[in-house]
T-cell receptor, first 110, second 116 residues
C-alpha cells in the first residue's frame, strides 16, 4: 500500500489560504488521493479526492503534481472552524479500505 | 437525509467483558466498515461488511467480530476486552454494488470505549 508523508503540524491565520502538503512517492497509476479531516473527537469528514487532475469543490481544492508523487490541499479562506487534523490517504486499487497516517494538525489562529 | 449513526456514544467496560457497538449506514449505502482509533493515532481499519458477509479484514485478532443485517446496519463485537481496546470506534458507510475507485466512505461520530 502506498504510504503518505505529511508535516506534523501547521499554523494559518484566519482568512488566509491554508496549503497542506502531502508526499506519496510510491503511488500507483490507478490509486486515488483522498483527503479527510477530523475535528477533535468527531468522525473523519470527507473533503475531496482526485486521480491526476486538479479538483475543486465547495470545501477545498486539490492540486496533484504531474508525476503524482505529491499533492496539496488548499483551503482558500481558512476559518477557526477549519482547525482539525487533516489526513492525506492513498486509496488502494479496487478496495475502499482506507489507511490513515497521523495526519497534519492545522491550527487556524485569529 | 440522515448520515451515519452510531450507538452508544460512550461506553465503559471492565477487562474480560464483551461489548457490542452498533452502526446505521447513510441512506442508500450498503457497505459498512469499522475502524479503531487509539488516542493520538489515525483510524485503523478493522473489517468491512457487504451483503451480510465480511469482505475485507485488517490486522485485528479474532476477538473482534462483526455482523451486518439485511437492512445494512452493522454490529461490532469485541470479546475478552483488554485495556488496550480503549479507543474511539468509528463506522463508515459507502454505497453502490461495485467497489470503484471513486466510492467514498462517510464516517459516523464514533463510540468512545473505555476499558477499566
Amino acid at each position: 500500500d502506498a504510504k503518505t508523508t505529511q508535516p506534523t503540524s501547521m499554523d494559518c491565520a484566519e482568512g488566509r489560504a491554508a496549503n497542506l502538503p502531502c508526499n506519496h512517492s510510491t503511488i500507483s497509476g490507478n490509486e486515488y488521493v483522498y483527503w479527510y479531516r477530523q475535528i477533535h473527537s468527531q468522525g473523519p469528514q470527507y473533503i475531496i479526492h482526485g486521480l491526476k487532475n486538479n479538483e475543486t469543490n465547495e470545501m477545498a481544492s486539490l492540486i496533484i503534481t504531474e508525476d503524482r508523487k505529491s499533492s496539496t490541499l488548499i483551503l482558500p479562506h481558512a476559518t477557526l472552524r477549519d482547525t482539525a487534523v487533516y489526513y492525506c490517504i492513498v486509496r488502494p486499487y479496487n478496495t475502499d479500505k482506507l489507511i490513515f497516517g497521523t495526519g497534519t494538525r492545522l491550527q487556524v489562529f485569529p | 437525509d440522515a448520515g451515519v449513526t452510531q450507538s452508544p456514544t460512550h461506553l465503559i467496560k471492565t477487562r474480560g467483558q464483551q461489548v457490542t457497538l452498533r452502526c446505521s449506514p447513510k441512506s442508500g449505502h450498503d457497505t459498512v466498515s469499522w475502524y479503531q482509533q487509539a488516542l493520538g493515532q489515525g483510524p485503523q481499519f478493522i473489517f468491512q461488511y457487504y451483503e451480510e458477509e465480511e469482505r475485507q479484514r485488517g490486522n485485528f485478532p479474532d476477538r473482534f467480530s462483526g455482523h451486518q443485517f439485511p437492512n445494512y446496519s452493522s454490529e461490532l463485537n469485541v470479546n475478552a476486552l483488554l485495556l488496550g481496546d480503549s479507543a474511539l470506534y468509528l463506522c463508515a458507510s459507502s454505497g453502490g454494488v461495485w467497489v470503484t475507485e471513486t466510492d467514498t466512505q462517510y464516517f459516523g461520530p464514533g463510540t468512545r470505549l473505555t476499558v477499566l
